[in-house]
C-alpha cells in the first residue's frame, strides 16, 4: 500500500512539473528576474539586445569576451522556436529598451521543435518580432538562419535548401522594410550549404572558431544600424 502511495504521488509531482511548464510554453520566466534588475539605458548608451536560441546563449557562455564591458543584452533561450520568440518578445526585448536588436531564428523551426512549421509561418513570426521592434523605435538586424546540413536530433531532417530559401525571404523582407540583413550565412557555409566542424563540431552550434567569425560582422551591422 505505502509503494503504490509513493508511485502516485511521484506521479502526481511529476504532472505538476509539466503542466507548470507547459503553461508557460514561451519560457516568459526565463528572464523575469534578469530583466527586473537592468535599469533604463543612460542617456547615450547604445543597447543591443540578442534575441535568439542556443546559437544566441552559447555565444556568451563561449565567447564571453565579446559580451564584456558592452551595452549588450543577450537574452538566448536553447530550443527555442520563432513562436516562442515572438511571445516574449515585448518581455525580453522591447522593455529593455535598446536602440537595436539582433534576431537569429529559425533552425529549430525547421527542426520541428515545436511542431510543424512551414517557411511562410517562420517568415511571419520574424517579421513580426520586427514589426513590434520598429512600433516601438528600435532599429532591426534580420540574422541569416546559419547552415546546417543535418540535426544531430533530427536526423531525418533535411535543412540546408530549406534553410536558404528561408535566408532569401527574410533578406526580400530586410530590403523592403528597412532593416539590416546580416549574412552569416555566405561567411560559414561550406560545399553542402552546411556548417564545416571547425566552426561547429556538432555541425549547428558554433565554436569559438565560428562565433570569431560571427563577431565582426554583428559589430559591422551594429554600427550601421546606430546610424539610420
Known amino acids: 500500500m505505502k509503494k503504490i502511495s509513493k508511485i502516485i504521488f511521484v506521479m502526481l509531482a511529476f504532472l505538476g512539473i509539466f503542466k507548470s511548464t507547459a503553461q508557460d510554453w514561451p519560457d516568459l520566466q526565463h528572464f523575469q528576474k534578469e530583466n527586473a534588475s537592468i535599469t533604463a539605458p543612460l542617456e547615450n548608451e547604445n543597447r543591443v539586445v540578442f534575441m535568439g536560441n542556443s546559437i544566441t546563449i552559447g555565444w556568451l557562455h563561449k565567447r564571453p569576451d565579446f559580451f564584456k564591458n558592452k551595452p549588450y543584452i543577450n537574452r538566448g533561450i536553447s530550443g527555442q522556436t520563432t513562436p516562442q520568440m515572438l511571445i516574449r518578445f515585448r518581455q525580453d526585448v522591447v522593455a529593455l529598451q535598446p536602440k537595436v536588436v539582433v534576431i537569429l531564428a529559425g533552425t529549430n523551426d525547421i527542426a520541428g521543435n515545436t511542431g510543424p512549421s512551414s517557411l511562410n509561418m517562420i517568415a511571419d ?104
Open 125 to 228: 513570426n520574424i517579421k513580426g518580432m520586427a514589426e513590434i521592434a520598429k512600433a516601438n523605435g528600435i532599429k532591426v538586424i534580420l540574422s541569416s538562419t546559419l547552415p546546417a546540413f543535418k540535426y544531430p536530433w533530427k536526423p531525418d531532417v533535411k535543412p540546408a535548401e530549406k534553410i536558404m530559401i528561408l535566408n532569401k525571404m527574410i533578406k526580400e523582407y530586410a530590403s523592403k522594410n528597412n532593416c539590416i540583413y546580416l549574412d552569416y550565412f555566405s561567411a560559414m557555409a561550406d560545399e553542402r550549404n552546411g556548417l564545416p566542424k571547425k566552426y561547429a563540431k556538432d555541425e549547428v552550434h558554433p565554436t569559438e572558431e565560428g562565433y570569431a567569425v560571427m563577431e565582426p560582422l554583428v559589430e559591422k551591422a551594429i554600427e550601421e544600424a546606430l546610424k539610420k
